[in-house]
């Protein structure tokens, strides 16, 4: 390996680790819902609220961020998104009111998805050629899960540690805030001392940028293909509760399959999409056409295996499965933006406008699924849940086409590979 491959995937080390930590407090329900309602004084309303405050900002900022990366230097925007973070969440161990907590889960809002997210995905594809970006962004999400899955199972550690009461909360929270200030400080000296993660020009896009990007008709079909993989990601969170209600997975075991839904498949689940891309597939829109059709027959076999103690583990072993293909997807949903002919630097508008799009359903996916168990308890309202997804699916096969039809025309340009690297 060259010195220059080896300084690549140092860069590359030190992004994924802030990736995997940045969202930790935004996200602290993942692990500690029942902490922060016993410890914190928080109803299911006010977390709900909470987290619809931190989507809400955060969908409205993206275009923002992607703008800001497109005009200043990544370099300093992604330690500067990690220290403002986990200096919030040294304020958050102090368990201000809930006037407070709102401002806080904002502000978390804007210095993880305005500064710092369009930034680390407009880094990630400068880091890489048009031949590499499905594995880039795959091993992007692979990476973030390894880190995920230790930064996760240390602060649970911490708080048992601390005595799993109102201690151990604040030391966990704590615990998140350091890691995140720490790897903004790794990220300020080792990248910048790895050389240039963009062109060594000066950033003068701004609105123009952002215009220009808007004209570009391959970033709305990205961007609506990442929609339809996030609505579909959004209902695996519903698997837990699932599991408890229709095959009393036990309490204990709870905790653990979430980290592992959430958490851990993207280590298998980002690699593999990258290699089923670029290696097998040659293409990131293709395999993301196939790959929602294949998550048909994997939920029918969710609903059809038989419910009851005696077959936990098929049901486990079903929902893990259709997970599995859903973090392939969200492995390289992003890796689309080269195949469409976006120009570097415009990249981070791009993303932002992605961004924007692509994650709003965090905005209602989580209500409208919530909901519909709350109307219809037990089987029937995961059957309906469990039908809403199918159907999502199908849709996202029509738009992953639309897309790879899209993608199979830009390469037939007469110019379609002299697009500029970084």
Known sequence: MTAQAKAKWLRFLILIIGGG????????????????????????????????ANAIIATALFVVGGMLADRFDTRKLIPLGL???????????????????????????????????????????????????????GFLEGGRGVV??????????????????????????????????????????????GGKTQPAVAQKAGLSGLFEAVRVPGIWLVSFNVFMVYIVYCGLTYFIPYLKD???????????????????LKVLGGPAGGYMADKRLKSSSRYLKWAFLALLPTMALIMLVPKGNSFIYAGMAATLSFALIVFTMRGVFWAPMSEVGIAPHITGSAFGIGCLIGYAPGMFAYVIYGSILDHFPGQQGYDYVFSLMSILAVIGFMVSSLLYRSVQKQAQLPCADALPQT
Request: proline letters at 3%; a negative charge; one cysteine or more.
């Open 83 to 137: 220290i403002g973070t986990g200096g919030l969440g040294l304020y958050l161990a102090t368990f201000p009111g809930f006037n407070m907590l709102l401002i806080v889960f904002s502000l978390f809002a804007i210095c993880a998805d305005c500064i710092y997210w369009p930034s680390l995905l407009k880094a990630i594809r400068n880091l890489g050629d048009d031949n590499e970006q499905g594995r880039m962004f």
């Open 246 to 264: 229709m095959y009393e997975l036990p309490v204990a075991l709870v905790g653990a399959y979430g980290i592992i839904n959430q958490y851990f």
């Open 148 to 193: 995920d899955t230790l930064v996760a199972f240390s602060a649970l550690g911490v708080f048992v540690v601390m005595g799993s009461g109102e201690t151990g909360l604040k030391s966990a929270i704590v615990f998140y805030s350091l890691i995140d200030i720490l790897a903004g400080v790794l990220t300020w000296f080792l990248l910048r001392s």
């Open 21 to 52: 930590t940045i969202y930790k407090l935004a996200n602290l329900k993942d692990a500690f819902y029942v902490p922060m309602q016993e410890f914190m004084g928080l109803s299911h309303t006010e977390i709900g609220t909470l987290l619809s």
